[in-house]
């Protein structure tokens, strides 16, 4: 029977497949075109069709958190809504680098018992459930592993080593200082601002001291801690009395004062790896022989002698009381405002600041159980805050690459938090958490004088989890000033009609090549 004559019924089906992608960085642009591509050619001789594409662009392998394709991936599959019946993956790597091998093997079980296979397209064995593919899969996810502890290693031998160049090893410069980007030579280049970050592997940053009124608050602070006697809380209030911000532009607290007091950056000093925290595995404080450390590579702000001086002081106000007189302040603070949090510790006069109580006890959590309260609920708002920030950081860098791929131009200013397309209109981005009221219903919130300004309004709707991207509110800003401060699941025909599963409206409208005829 030739193929004219065949039956439909004797013909045989494509299977359905979904594809999973993943890469650890932006800087690897082409390793999800590439695992694209060889998906597809493998789904050709396979007799696929890809139905399904879930990607975490940016994501480490580490974990699944942070990681919402691999998870909506899952969700899918055990809640039966997946139509098909395998999943292609590059290869295990790219399935994850989980340091638990045991863990990357449940991600796939659980697939597996739900009727869904995974196979690697760019591996030499069939993920068939052999005994010889189990063992080469085994194998391959210990390497994956490995490779991450490897390389994990490596960055830090050379941060290492960097800081004891005398440069930077990371993260903000503090107050009264600025990070000065230089090139191989050692020649300065720019002064890099908030956010901002080096291009070339060949340049480096140092610390460079900063504006001469910070540099003098610095000082100033020094001296009434020193010479005047007053206490870090004291000398906060008294720059908030001044109309002073922070170098983060926020009212100054006990702990910012502290930090700057402890910090050897202000007598030239570099001092890294204090505490480390490697592989996503819990924070650790490092014993002093693991410190790294690079003295007299910054111009100092304050004498040696002052600062040794505020370090002995220091010394005698926190460690000669004992644990019990500690504890008894922030029974008398838990009493006075029913809740405690670090902000509230740090506000509290005649109270120890936070990070205090967190040396002495090893952490706030540790400190909080001693007296008998329970604050699990601040560390679930605290991760909650700083995965919406990454989401929204996420989502602005996305965006402007997109706008970029379709040939305008975006520029982000970090500091109004307002990014301009096409010097034609600006946007506003910001994030409306999921929140359940006490009736049951959701709700989304969001923080209507952060509207004020932009033409364009993007609130991202988080869905229940607060780690997936529910859909974007996109309108222009004085609809979104006009509605209530917070959004629900059914916000009337007006805002409805502005809610957009992607970010494609706003690429559109920055689209400079001429739109087709037919659209």
Known sequence: MDK?????????????????????????????????????????????????????PGRSGLSILGRPGLKRLIEDIESRRADFETVVVYDVSRWGRFQNTDESASYEYRCQRAGVRIEFCAELFVNDGSIGSDVLKAIKRSMAAEYSRMLSNRVFAGQSRIVKLGFSGGGPAGYGLRRLLVDGSGNPKAILHRDERKGLASDRVVLVPGPENEVSTVRWIF???????????????????????TEFGRPWTGACVGTILASEKYVGNIVWNRISHRLLQNRLRNPPSAVVRADNVIEPLVPRALFDRAQAIRRARTYLRPDEELLADLTKLLKERGRLSSPIIDAAPGCHSASIYAHRFGSMNAAYQLIGYDGSANYRKLDIRRRLIQIRQQTIENLMSDIDGVGGSALYDPQTKIMRVNDEFSVAIWTAQYRMNVTGFPRWPFWKRGLIGPEVTILIRMESDNQTVRDFLIAPAHE????????????????????????DPVVEMARREPMPANI
């Open 480 to 503: 979104a000033q006009s509605a209530l401060h917070m959004l629900k699941a059914n916000n009337g025909v007006r805002l409805d009609a502005f809610l957009f599963a992607s970010l």
């Open 4 to 56: 004219a004559t065949t039956p439909p019924e004797f013909e045989r089906r494509r299977a359905r497949a979904a594809q999973y992608l993943r890469m650890s960085t932006e800087r690897q642009i082409y390793s999800i075109d590439n695992q694209r591509d060889a998906i597809r050619n493998y789904a050709e001789i396979m007799g696929y069709d890809i139905v399904a594409t879930y990607e975490d």
């Open 223 to 245: 001296n009434q801690f020193v010479k005047k006697g007053k206490t870090a809380v004291e000398i906060a209030s008294a720059l908030n009395a001044r109309g002073l911000v």
